[in-house]
């Protein structure tokens, strides 16, 4: 089970953290992601990290503001979000491919 939280409304230019608590697998074993779904458009893979934490950046649009991180010790992924911009505004879900795992997803609206 994935469950995410952290998403909320913030005005352009501000800054969010989500998290992702895992549970029923070996969290360190896997390497997880978050996607997004803006308003009316398909969902879309954002960021990813490894098991060994290294972390790959999909969208050029969010390259140098959104970062990805892991505790393993907590179970958790995190994607601290800095600058954001209305096009920022989305579903987020955190993604654990490799045991085809989805969480519910966290709404973070932007405004300019």
């Known amino acids: 089970q994935l469950v995410e939280s952290g998403g909320g409304l913030v005005h352009a230019g501000g800054s969010l953290r989500l998290s992702c608590v895992a549970s029923g697998f070996t969290f360190s074993k896997y390497g997880l992601s978050w996607y997004r779904q803006p308003p009316g458009k398909e969902r879309e893979l954002v960021i990813a990290?490894?098991?060994?934490?290294?972390?790959?950046t999909y969208l050029d649009s969010v390259e140098g503001r959104f970062i990805m991180s892991r505790d393993n010790a907590k179970n958790t992924v995190y994607l601290q979000m800095n600058n954001l911009k209305p096009d920022d505004t989305a579903v987020y879900y955190c993604?654990?491919?490799?045991?085809?795992?989805w969480g519910q997803g966290t709404q973070v609206t932007v405004t300019s």
């Open positions: 993604n654990a491919r490799a045991r085809g795992l």
């Open positions: 990290i490894s098991r060994t934490g290294d972390t790959t």
